[in-house]
């Protein structure tokens, strides 16, 4: 693809990537930044808010389905959740189970919790959780979209894989601790934040790929993101989770801390999935990696 | 944080139109709301920055804008986190022609 035709998801703000991911003018904001409140916690601590506190809601149309969105602003204190900011979420996903849409588009762009609203934000991100499987238990799909400079991490992170699918590019990131996280609490020798490739290597979309964590993977491209949302969505059935797949999903992540739980780094898990050159992995287009996981023994 | 609040004489814009946003509020940007005010020779515009003594700063910036753009009949509402003089005025710019835009 030539690079002066794309539009980076990644650089985009929510917004621009609102607009260029649902069909042209149908976007219509719910609590647009002229009504809604900027949050009361940061006011008081003497900092200042966003008029939308740093998530947009709305309704439009994706290939002329009907769709709820929300876009989380990951430049806006790393897109993290407070108490303003997690209601309209949840609101919106109650919305959903009200109305019915084809699905809802959750823009993820998050650290996860906002640390200044501490208990709002903890309880912001639960009832999204709850909000989350509400949707899906009423028959509506919740694909999460993780392409922002702050990836999907935290609450944040354990909601994108509540969600029906993930749908991620290379530059996406998806875990629970975030990487500075890890090496504060346990050393650097556990996990160096600052070698950038080792965190793509083991949070990154192309890792989240090959380990079946998201399901499907494209460019870091605005039109990209669109494309493969319309493609995700032309298939799906949302199946609510049974006890018994739960069982099974829990049985298949208890095998994959078996076999990959000593391993260090994206690189060993690579080579014990049987890609014979993985060092090769990172330098991979998306089309080669997705050629690549087809290929591999499963 | 702190608070500033300012009131220019500028030329009446032409149209009134729906609230126009720009901008983000991150580290060296903000985020530039405009909205229709009450007075049409006057712009209003109220400051929220995280950067503290800047006020003159800000009255030279904004008193510029509104001196040389026809911005009468506008409330300004704007969330900062430190952006610099020429940052401002190339949003405060933006955001005019968002805002004009949305007349049309």
Known sequence: MSLSIRHSWFEATARQRLAGLLDPGSFCEFLPPAVAQPSPHLAQLDLPGAFDDGVVVGAGQLGSRQVLVAAQEGQFMGGAVGEI?????????????????????FLIDSGGVRLHEANAGLIAISEIMRAVLDARAAGVPVVALVGGSCGAFGGMGIVAKLCSAVVMSEEGRLALSGPEVIETVAGVEEFDAKDRA???????????????????LVDDDIA??????IELLDDWQETPDTLARLRAKQARLQGRLSAYGRCRDGLEIWAALGISEPERVPLLDCDELIALKEGLPT | MEKLEFKFPSQALLAAAPPALCGVVGSGNLEILVRSGVDRQICEISVNTSARGFGETWRAVLATFAASQAVGGTSIAINDMGATPAVVSLRLAQALADYRGGAQ
């Not at chain 1, 900011?85 to 588009?105: M, Q």
């Not at chain 1, 990209?224 to 949302?229: H, K, L």
């Open chain 1, 85 to 105: 900011h997690g209601a309209k979420i949840v609101g919106l996903l109650r919305r959903a189970v009200a109305e019915r849409p084809a699905a809802v588009l």
């Open chain 1, 224 to 229: 990209a993101f669109r494309r493969g949302s």
């Open chain 1, 198 to 216: 080792l965190v793509w290597r083991v949070t990154g979309g192309k890792h989240r790929y090959l380990m079946d964590d998201c399901a499907a």
